[in-house]
């Protein structure tokens, strides 16, 4: 019997999946066998809320940095190379990709659908637009308009486009057309004052174009070897992750597609996600030691690909550890009880994601930009006070640091979930 599945049309208010009335056929034969570890269906797919949640604890711990001194798992790379804080950002916007699947799962192509796709394209851009604008004192002339949000409502709008409006074949058609784009502004266009295929830090051509099209209006890191400004969430930039959100619709189309809808739907599920791994891994790791190196900041082809393989290994994991295996069934309780432990408070982050990023930059705004004590602002004046003072160690400090911030937003999320606060956009 296949359980039904409701017709999504946002799955971070409604349940993945309706609870199903399947029962199992305590028979000898080696399938049932099987069966017999598989869980029932649950109302959401909990791996996914537990790895949005992860994402946003990296957020938090990565961003919440003070000082110089940053352990090197919270330290993004400063041009080429590759460490696990530049991982985060890209899985968030993975998981964003595999959540467009689940919820427009059963949708059509109509006005109705498309207003809450606009909708939520432009509160995510304007959120955003609106932090840095207070970032920057309100003004209009120098703030930035890129940014994570921005990055992140592009691309949920171009794969909501390509999913919705053509076929199958056209939709990865368009992939292959974003991607050989990217390769041919980033290797091809010539660039005043950089030439060719020149992918140095303020020379390159993303660098160029976001110069162009958004003037001052850009993230200015410090001009090292160019005459441009590379804004890390640039417009052509922008176009390789699409690769990143692309694959994450993917992996959950497969999800949607097989996902109990026979005895051995999970296992469907984990042997594609495993040869998805595989054939963006093994490329994306030959690439990225040779001819084109990773890089988050210009989001390098070679670092397209391994973000999705390392994604695609991170649900394929959480997957199998929290939807998949029955551990009571395996007499495995203790380990059941201690998953549902650790998963918990990013369950709690993962059902307000988008609320807990905005309200984490708009604090550490108001600290940084907005209030001072005596020569230094309050965020300053706290990490040296509360943490450096006593911590001396500037390694320790900071992480002890943001792992403080990180527990205040655990108990922000905990408030909310407790209280059924779930904002949608």
């Known amino acids: ?90 899985s968030f916007i993975f998981i964003s990709g595999f959540s467009i699947a689940l919820a427009l799962k ?51 709008f171009f794969s909501c486009l390509s999913f919705l409006c053509f076929p199958i074949f056209l939709q990865r058609l368009f992939l292959l057309s974003v991607t050989v784009t990217y390769i041919s502004i980033m290797y091809g266009l010539y660039v005043p004052k950089c030439g060719r295929a020149n992918l140095t830090q303020n020379c390159n051509a993303g660098a160029y174009i976001d110069s162009k099209v958004f003037g001052l209006n850009i993230m200015k890191e410090s001009i090292l070897n160019g005459p441009y400004y590379n804004d890390p969430e640039g417009l052509i930039s922008t176009m390789s992750s699409f690769i990143t959100a692309w694959m994450g619709l993917e992996f959950g189309r497969i999800f949607t597609k097989f996902y109990k809808k026979h005895d051995f739907g999970n296992a469907d599920i984990i042997i594609r996600w495993i040869l998805l791994v595989a054939l963006f891994m093994i490329p994306a790791i030959s690439l990225g030691a040779t001819v084109m190196p990773f890089n988050k900041k210009i989001w390098s082809f070679s670092f397209a690909l391994f973000t999705v393989g390392a994604s695609g290994s991170l649900i394929l994991i959480a997957f199998i550890l929290i939807d998949v295996i029955d551990w009571e069934s395996l007499k495995f309780e203790k380990v059941r009880k201690i998953i549902d432990l650790i998963i918990k408070p990013m369950k709690w982050i993962g059902q307000n994601p988008i609320t807990i990023y905005s309200l984490m930059v708009f604090i550490e705004i108001i600290l940084m930009y907005y209030i001072n004590v005596g020569s230094n602002s309050l965020w300053v004046q706290i990490y040296e006070k509360m943490y450096l003072s006593w911590l001396k160690n500037g390694y320790l400090a900071s992480t002890i640091f943001s792992i403080g911030w990180l527990i205040f937003f655990i108990l922000i999320a905990y408030i909310m979930q407790r209280n059924k606060i779930f904002i949608k956009l």
């Open 1 to 90: 019997m296949t359980p039904n599945y409701k017709n999504i049309q946002d799955e971070e208010s409604k349940p993945l999946i309706e609870h199903s009335s399947t029962h199992i056929n305590h028979g000898k034969d080696t399938k049932t066998k099987i069966i017999e570890y598989l869980k029932p269906v649950q109302r959401r797919m909990g791996s996914l809320d537990a790895v949005r949640g992860l994402t946003i604890f990296g957020m938090i711990l990565v961003d919440n940095q003070a000082g110089n001194d940053v352990i090197w798992p919270l330290n993004e790379t400063e041009w080429n190379g590759l460490s696990t804080a530049d991982l985060i950002f890209p």
């Open 106 to 156: 059963n949708s059509k192509n109509t006005t109705s659908t498309w207003y809450g796709i606009i909708r939520r394209t432009l509160l995510l851009f304007f959120i955003q637009c609106f932090l840095n604008l207070m970032g920057d004192h309100f003004n209009f002339t120098t703030f930035r308009i890129m940014g994570v949000l921005q990055r992140i409502a592009i691309c949920y």
